[in-house]
């Protein structure tokens, strides 16, 4: 299992938001989601705060190392997109356009009119 799929199986298990984690760790949503994503990987002072945030081992965050804890990766647990938040939604729609567009996901702007 990449280190991806081990974040947020880890992150749901633990029922929080791409949100809740981004402010217990000290970076933004869209950093997590490319954590998520495996567009990125985190600087090691931010994976010591995903393993404090987390409660879990840096061994099983970084190369899935057997642990008592590990969350199922039985897909039938991942969380539905109608769990999330509007701003996780955005955040998400806001990388995967830049991605897609191959611009910054700062260069991205949504509005909604309700």
């Not at 061994?59 to 190392?65: A, R």
């Not at 057997?66 to 199922?72: D, E, F, I, L």
Request: proline share 5%; glycine share 6%.
């Amino acid at each position: 299992m990449a280190f991806s799929d081990r974040l947020q199986a880890l992150r749901e298990h633990r029922r929080l938001s791409k949100t809740a984690l981004a402010k217990k760790v000290g970076v933004t949503t869209t950093c997590v989601w490319n954590w998520e994503q495996g567009n990125t990987e985190p600087r090691p002072e931010n994976l010591m705060a995903l393993g404090d945030a987390l409660d879990a081992p840096l061994d099983y965050l970084e190369s899935g190392v057997s642990w008592h804890g590990a969350p199922s990766t039985d897909l039938t647990e991942k969380r539905q997109d109608t769990d999330l938040t509007l701003p996780e939604v955005i955040s998400e729609a806001r990388v995967r356009i830049a991605k897609l567009a191959g611009i910054a996901p700062e260069k991205v702007n949504i509005s909604l009119d309700y």
